[in-house]
């Protein structure tokens, strides 16, 4: 666990470092100041891992503040967090023993990433606050804008102060360095990737032709499928009305023993008289029988229609495909009957066999 102290003059702030840090599982806000001369006495007493300091506070400013707690707690680091961001207060605040220089705009996730890493050990500062701290020169040499006299009240810092300042200043350094590399990196794979663009639209392009021309003869080739099978059903259809069946009774289209075709049929074999009759078909289109074929005689016709009307879901008969042929009057026994031969004189006509 990170052990913080938050010192601030203002309370309002004390309060929203405390609120946004409560989420860190890893972050525990041991104890809060408004001053300098305060936070060194909670130092001296809490010793916390983390000085959370503001610079500009009335009684003690947080840059000698940070002097005094590096100066006599060594295990404690302090991060400065403020609103000002000029030269002065940066190489201060860094000649004093700081840690890490962050701005109060920065966001509280960040806030506590800066406070792991200080504990890891690690220098932080704001973005666009490092440029302000070094020098280019032509030859690529980087320079610090930190001096070797340190801003203090006492003229008698140790060196082991100073040593610590330029650690700090060979960190700041060698964070300039990977941040240059790292855009370079950066850089190249940009570089990478224009290369590429290119070939990456051209195959784009094919493909994007490849599906127009798929669309296009899937569209073209729907109604054309459409109107196959429209013409398929016909034919077939066709073929089903003009097709003789081969059995005596049959379904319309599909001849099978079965519904009610099947249960006029019977009836017609039950029927004494339409039971030889061979020359005319049963078939059935939804709730009405169709006749097919030759019959002798026409009352024969009606009786097969008035029987078939008495068969249970028959409503109704159609005999317009049964032709009457009176020269097949013979056909109910299965033997030919003579036919009547008209003869006449000069009074009248008779028939006789």
């Given at each position: 666990?990170?052990?913080?102290?938050?010192?601030?003059?203002?309370?309002?702030?004390?309060?929203?470092?405390?609120?946004?840090?409560?989420?860190?599982?890893?972050?525990?806000?041991?104890?809060?100041?408004?001053?300098?001369?305060?936070?060194?006495?909670?130092?001296?007493?809490?010793?916390?891992?983390?000085?959370?300091?503001?610079?500009?506070?009335?009684?003690?400013?947080?840059?000698?503040?940070?002097?005094?707690?590096?100066?006599?707690?060594?295990?404690?680091?302090?991060?400065?967090?403020?609103?000002?961001?000029?030269?002065?207060?940066?190489?201060?605040?860094?000649?004093?023993?700081?840690?890490?220089?962050?701005?109060?705009?920065?966001?509280?996730?960040?806030?506590?990433?800066?406070?792991?890493?200080?504990?890891?050990?690690?220098?932080?500062?704001?973005?666009?606050?490092?440029?302000?701290?070094?020098?280019?020169?032509?030859?690529?040499?980087?320079?610090?804008?930190?001096?070797?006299?340190?801003?203090?009240?006492?003229?008698?810092?140790?060196?082991?102060?100073?040593?610590?300042?330029?650690?700090?200043?060979?960190?700041?350094?060698?964070?300039v360095r990977q941040q240059q590399e790292e855009i370079a990196q950066l850089?190249?794979?940009?570089?990478?990737?224009?290369?590429?663009?290119?070939?990456?639209?051209?195959?784009?392009?094919?493909?994007?032709?490849?599906?127009?021309?798929?669309?296009?003869?899937?569209?073209?080739?729907?109604?054309?499928?459409?109107?196959?099978?429209?013409?398929?059903?016909?034919?077939?259809?066709?073929?089903?009305?003009?097709?003789?069946?081969?059995?005596?009774?049959?379904?319309?289209?599909?001849?099978?023993?079965?519904?009610?075709?099947?249960?006029?049929?019977?009836?017609f074999e039950a029927d004494p008289i339409l039971s030889d009759v061979s020359?005319?078909?049963?078939?059935?289109?939804?709730?009405?029988?169709?006749?097919?074929?030759?019959?002798?005689?026409?009352?024969?016709?009606?009786?097969?229609?008035?029987?078939?009307?008495?068969?249970?879901?028959?409503?109704?008969?159609?005999?317009?495909?049964v032709a009457v042929q009176t020269e097949f009057r013979g056909d109910i026994?299965?033997?030919?009957?003579?036919?009547?031969?008209?003869?006449?004189?000069?009074?009248?006509?008779?028939?006789?066999?």
């Open positions: 666990m990170i052990r913080v102290l938050l010192v601030d003059d203002q309370k309002s702030v004390r309060e929203a470092l405390k609120i946004s840090l409560k989420p860190e599982t890893d972050i525990e806000v041991v104890g809060t100041a408004d001053n300098g001369i305060t936070a060194i006495k909670q130092v001296e007493t809490l010793q916390p891992d983390i000085v959370i300091m503001n610079v500009e506070m009335p009684g003690m400013d947080g840059a000698n503040a940070t002097r005094q707690i590096v100066e006599r707690f060594p295990n404690t680091k302090v991060l400065i967090f403020t609103s000002y961001d000029s030269d002065e207060y940066i190489t201060k605040s860094f000649a004093m023993g700081a840690k890490g220089y962050l701005l109060k705009s920065l966001e509280t996730k960040e806030l506590a990433g800066a406070i792991r890493n200080i504990y890891k050990g690690y220098t932080q500062i704001a973005p666009g606050l490092l440029e302000k701290l070094l020098v280019y020169t032509d030859s690529g040499v980087v320079l610090s804008k930190l001096k070797a006299p340190v801003y203090s009240s006492r003229q008698n810092i140790g060196s082991r102060h100073l040593a610590k300042s330029q650690k700090t200043i060979s960190g700041l350094q060698v964070a850089r190249r794979s940009l570089d990478i990737s224009k290369q590429e663009l290119p070939r990456i639209r051209k195959n784009l392009s094919t493909h994007s032709r490849h599906i127009k021309l798929i669309s296009l003869l899937w569209l073209v080739s729907l109604p054309l499928l459409g109107v196959f099978l429209l013409r398929l059903y016909a034919q077939a259809n066709d073929l089903q009305l003009s097709v003789i069946p081969t059995e005596r009774i049959g379904l319309y289209g599909e001849f099978n023993l079965s519904g009610i075709a099947q249960r006029v049929a019977k009836e020359s005319v078909y049963v078939a059935q289109e939804g709730d009405a029988i169709v006749l097919k074929g030759t019959i002798a005689d026409s009352a024969l016709l009606e009786r097969m229609t008035n029987i078939a009307m008495e068969v249970t879901g028959v409503n109704k008969v159609y005999t317009s495909q026994s299965g033997v030919a009957e003579p036919r009547f031969t008209p003869v006449c004189n000069e009074q009248a006509c008779y028939d006789r066999w």
